[in-house]
């Protein structure tokens, strides 16, 4: 590969726009560059030939294998664990075992929840004097009910499992011990049922990894989301007007939100090549990265006319915020509930909603895995 390739991932500007390498990107069905770590590897660019490769068995997960290109200098120990990022059929079994936390039915039960803490926490936000953080106002409190709630985790601990993935760490195997010995009606209960009765099914370690995984995915990403929509709404009028004017919208306006945002670059989707494989006329040899850039396939102008044009009313609604495949995202549904009761509250609380600062002055997080705003300053 030659050293010239460009960086990746790309840095994104201050507001909501995409940067101008990802409007170019698609321009080549696959393309080199060089990662935060020095390491090489392909971008696919293309919506048809990403949503295609992310159900290539030839394509692991498992970044831990001898020569395999690593994101950064220092691996997340978490999201890169090799005992955890699996492939099938060891990645099939440990989702089987997940999965049914976050059923329709079972999200879906959670809405008059969702709605309560909403409500409770706008009604707070109006109190306040503003400008107020709609990130730490808002966002972050209704996202870390939710899941803390679901899980079973005591919100007033979360000064134990914010500061650092460390912390969450030992945090996290504290009070897994602590609900073996007094369980509860919740998930963390249930996932330690599964590993002590039914034959060790979820280990030890994957029932402590994934259970730090939920309460930190959980919450930061959604919480993400629900700030980039609410700029992406209050800089473009037209579209919050529409939602005003018919609150139905709202559910097929979130799809449409993330579609023209995402909560964390596509870094985090590398992959190993265990077999050559071609792509668009492209042979990527085995052992190659490749990481399939959602952010590309989500503004294909093959995919979706116009693409930089937020469109509440698009008809394709097909994006890939949540990956697809066997490792598409389990918290979708608890996502897409969260954001459509937040957004039709915070319409319909708050009517008269903006941003206390120019949309070019928000600055984006540096971090080459998270993708949101720092904060999101808001008036009314």
């Keep these: 590969m030659k050293s010239s390739a460009p960086q990746f991932p790309f840095e994104w500007p201050a507001a909501a726009g995409p940067p101008e390498a990802l409007l170019t990107l698609r321009k080549e069905p696959v393309v080199r560059v060089t990662l935060p770590s020095g390491d090489e590897a392909f971008l696919v660019t293309r919506y048809e030939d990403i949503r295609r490769v992310l159900s290539d068995p030839r394509l692991s997960r498992n970044r831990d294998r ?3 290109p690593r994101m950064t200098e220092q691996k997340t120990k978490v999201f890169q664990n090799p005992k955890i990022d699996r492939d099938p059929p060891e990645h099939t079994r440990m989702r089987r075992l997940m999965a049914k936390a976050f059923t329709a039915t079972r999200v879906e039960a959670l809405r008059p929840h969702v709605m309560r803490v909403a409500e409770e926490l706008v009604t707070d936000l109006l109190k306040r004097t503003p400008p107020a953080d709609l990130h730490e ?11 803390c709630g679901l899980l079973g985790v005591p919100l007033e601990d979360q000064g134990r499992f914010r500061g650092s993935l460390n912390e969450a760490w030992q945090y996290m195997g504290e009070l897994i011990e602590a609900k073996r010995e007094n369980p509860g009606d919740d998930l963390i209960s249930a996932l330690i049922g599964v590993h002590d009765e039914d034959d060790g099914r979820l280990s030890a370690h994957e029932l402590h990894v994934w259970c730090v995984i939920l309460l930190l995915a959980g919450f930061e990403t959604t919480a993400t989301q629900l700030c980039g929509s609410a700029v992406l709404l209050l800089t473009h009028r037209d579209q919050l007007e529409l939602l005003r004017e018919d609150p139905a919208l709202i559910p097929d306006a979130v799809e449409e939100l993330l579609r023209c945002q995402i909560a964390g670059h596509s870094l985090s989707m590398l992959r190993l090549v265990t077999d050559d494989i071609e792509i668009g006329g492209v042979t990527i040899p085995k052992g190659s990265g490749l990481i399939p850039v959602l952010e590309s396939a989500n503004f294909d102008e093959t995919v979706f006319p116009d693409p ?5 009313t698009r008809a394709d609604k097909q994006h890939l915020v949540f990956s697809a495949g066997p490792h598409f995202c389990m918290g979708a549904a608890l996502a897409r509930l969260e954001l459509q009761v937040a957004l039709e509250v915070l319409i319909r609380r708050v009517p ?17 895995l998270d993708l949101g705003f720092r904060e999101v300053p808001v008036a009314w």
């Design 308 to 312: 930089l044009r937020l469109d509440i």
């Design 66 to 68: 001898p020569g395999a």
């Design 352 to 368: 008269t909603l903006r941003l206390a600062v120019p949309a070019s002055e928000l600055r984006h997080h540096d971090s080459p």
């Design 137 to 147: 106002a808002f966002a972050v409190p209704l996202t870390l009910q939710v899941i």
